[in-house]
C-alpha cells in the first residue's frame, strides 16, 4: 500500500477538477488528482464543442480535455490513475481509499466527480449517441438549426430541453410514456403555448433509426405504451432528457446531500456540510451542467480552499504568538 499526501486532494478529472487543480497548483498547494474512471470526464465521450469559450473555430471534447490536463501539470499538478472507493471525512488529513489498494490523503479536498445523464440503454442510442441522438441539448441544440428534433421524456429536464430548443427549430416533438408530464406546472404551461413544440403521448422509444452516409439519425420508432401499435417520427436529433445521477455514492452518510443526491453546498461557494471539503461542476450543479460552469466552480472551490488553509494557518501563528 502506497499513501499519497498532498495539501490538495482533488476526486475527478473533469474540467471542475482539472480547473481547481491549476488554481490549486499555482497557489503552491501541489494538488493530486485522482482521475477515476473517466479520465477527463464526460466531454472524453463528445466529439464537437462549439461553445467553450476561447475557440473560434469547433473544437473536440477529447481534444479540450487533453490541453486541460496538459495545462494542470505543467502548473505542478500530479495525475493518479486510480478510481476511489472509499472515503473518510472524520478526520483530517481526510483520507480517500483507491481500488487498488493505494490512500490518498489530503489536508483540504475538492470533489468533482461529476453527473451521469441516464439513457434508455437500447443498443441503437448507443450506435447512434453523437450521431443524431444526445442527452444535452444545450450542448448539441445549436446543430439541429431549422432542423426536426425530438426530446424524450416527461419530467422537468425534458420540458427545459424542449423550450430550449425552440430557439434553434421550429418542429420540436416531445415523446412521453405516459399520457401526463410530471414536470412542474409552469413549466407545462410554457411548453402547451409554445407553436413550435407537439407532444406525443403513450409513446416510448423503440428504436432509434439511423441512416445516410456518414450515418446519422433519420427517425425514431415508437411504440405505443396503450396499445403496442409500432409508428414511425422522422427527426435529425433525438434528445434523451430522463434525468441524471450524480457521482455521490461515496459521500452518502459522510456529507450532506440534497433532496436529488447532489452534494449540498453552501449558497454563493464551493463548501460542503463538512469543513475544508469542497465540491464543484456536476456534483453539485443540477442546473447548469456545462464545461464552462464546471470549470468555474472548479476554480471556485480551489480558491475557497486556498482561504480555508489560509485562514487555518493564521490562526495557529495568531495563537503561538499569545
Ligand atoms: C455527450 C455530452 C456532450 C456534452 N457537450 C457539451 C458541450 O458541448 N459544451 C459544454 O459546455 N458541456 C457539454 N457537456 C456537459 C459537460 O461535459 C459537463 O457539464 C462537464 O463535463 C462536467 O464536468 P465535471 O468536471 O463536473 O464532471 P465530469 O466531466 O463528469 O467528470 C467527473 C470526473 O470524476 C471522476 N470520478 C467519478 N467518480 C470517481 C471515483 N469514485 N473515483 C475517482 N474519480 C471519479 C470521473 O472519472 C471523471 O473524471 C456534454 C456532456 C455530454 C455527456
New binding site residues.
Given amino acids: 500500500m502506497t499513501i499519497h499526501t498532498t495539501k490538495m486532494l482533488i ?7 482539472l480547473s481547481a487543480a491549476i488554481y490549486g497548483a499555482r497557489a503552491g498547494l501541489e494538488p493530486i488528482v ?10 472524453m ?2 466529439t464537437d ?4 469559450p476561447g475557440f473560434r473555430e469547433v473544437i473536440q ?1 477529447p481534444w479540450l480535455m487533453g490541453e486541460m490536463q496538459a495545462q494542470a501539470e505543467h502548473v505542478g499538478t500530479r495525475m493518479m490513475w486510480d ?2 472507493v472509499k472515503v473518510d471525512l472524520t478526520r483530517r488529513p481526510f483520507r480517500l481509499y483507491g481500488d487498488g489498494g493505494d490512500v490518498y490523503e489530503g489536508d483540504v479536498l475538492v470533489i ?4 451521469q ?1 441516464k439513457w434508455l440503454g437500447l443498443d441503437s442510442e448507443e450506435l447512434l449517441k ?1 450521431k443524431g441522438v ?3 441539448a444545450t ?2 441544440g445549436f446543430f439541429y438549426r431549422g432542423k426536426k428534433v425530438a426530446v424524450i421524456g416527461g419530467g422537468n429536464t425534458a420540458v427545459e430541453e424542449a423550450l430550449y430548443l425552440t430557439n434553434h427549430s421550429d418542429d420540436v416533438t416531445l415523446i412521453h410514456r405516459r399520457d401526463t408530464l410530471r414536470a412542474e406546472r409552469i413549466l407545462q404551461q410554457r411548453l402547451f403555448a409554445s407553436e413550435k413544440i407537439s407532444t406525443l403521448w403513450n409513446k416510448e422509444v423503440h428504436r432509434f433509426l439511423g441512416g445516410g452516409t456518414p450515418e446519422g439519425l433519420v427517425g425514431i420508432e415508437l411504440k405505443d405504451t396503450v396499445t403496442g401499435e409500432l409508428s414511425t417520427l422522422e427527426v435529425d436529433g433525438g434528445f434523451v432528457a430522463i434525468g441524471h445521477h450524480p ?1 455521490t455514492e ?1 459521500f452518502r452518510g459522510h456529507l450532506k446531500l440534497d433532496e436529488d443526491g447532489y452534494i449540498a453546498v453552501e449558497t454563493g461557494s464551493t463548501r460542503t456540510s463538512v469543513a475544508g471539503v469542497f465540491a464543484c ?3 453539485m450543479d443540477k442546473v447548469y ?4 460552469t ?1 470549470a468555474g466552480t472548479g476554480c471556485m472551490a480551489a480558491l475557497d480552499a486556498e482561504r480555508f488553509l489560509q485562514a487555518e494557518e493564521f490562526a495557529e501563528v495568531a495563537e503561538a504568538a499569545e
Avoid at 476526486?11 to 477538477?17: D, N, R, T, Y
Avoid at 485522482?34 to 466531454?43: A, D, F, H, T
Avoid at 451542467?289 to 464552462?292: D, S
Fill in positions: 476526486l475527478g478529472s473533469g474540467p471542475a477538477g485522482v482521475q477515476g474512471i473517466q479520465p477527463g470526464g464526460q466531454l465521450t463528445t464543442v462549439e461553445n467553450y471534447g478510481t476511489v468533482a466527480t461529476g453527473a445523464a453523437g444526445s442527452a444535452c450542448c448539441d457521482a461515496l461542476g456536476d456534483v451542467r456545462q464545461a464552462v464546471a
